[in-house]
Nanobody
Framework: QVQLVESGGGLVQAGGSLRLSCAASGRTITRTFMGWFRQAPGKEREFVAAITWSGIRTRLADSVKGRFTISRDNAKNTVFLQMNSLKPEDTAVYYC???????????????????WGQGTQVTVSS
């Protein structure tokens, strides 16, 4: 079992930055694939970013490329999502998720992930 707890959300003006953290417990997150998803009101949960356990391979949604960065610190069992140049359309609840394994070609699908955090709200004002 893996427990995931997100933090770092909040209210920020357009153009600002936030750094989300996802702390894992229950087992080491080594050899777990980690992802970030978001869900805006009335919309489906969508993929944002993902990272392999080694941190070597990352994936980003087209909508956040050039603005968001995903990283991880396995020694601290924590994954980060650095969000810069935020836009109002980035407003959503952001979820951390994971599955045991190195990589999956379906990393962008919610069904691929076994463990989910409770989410943290990010609100970007215009």
């Amino acid at each position: 079992q893996v427990q995931l707890v997100e933090s770092g959300g909040g209210l920020v003006q357009a153009g600002g930055s936030l750094r989300l953290s996802c702390a894992a417990s229950g087992r080491t997150i080594t050899r777990t694939f980690m992802g970030w998803f978001r869900q805006a009101p009335g919309k489906e949960r969508e993929f944002v970013a993902a990272i392999t356990w080694s941190g070597i391979r990352t994936r980003l949604a087209d909508s956040v490329k050039g603005r968001f960065t995903i990283s991880r610190d396995n020694a601290k069992n924590t994954v980060f999502l650095q969000m810069n140049s935020l836009k109002p359309e980035d407003t959503a609840v952001y979820y951390c998720a994971s599955f045991i394994g190195d990589y999956s070609g379906s990393y962008y699908k919610t069904s691929e992930y076994d463990y989910w955090g409770q989410g943290t709200q990010v609100t970007v004002s215009s």
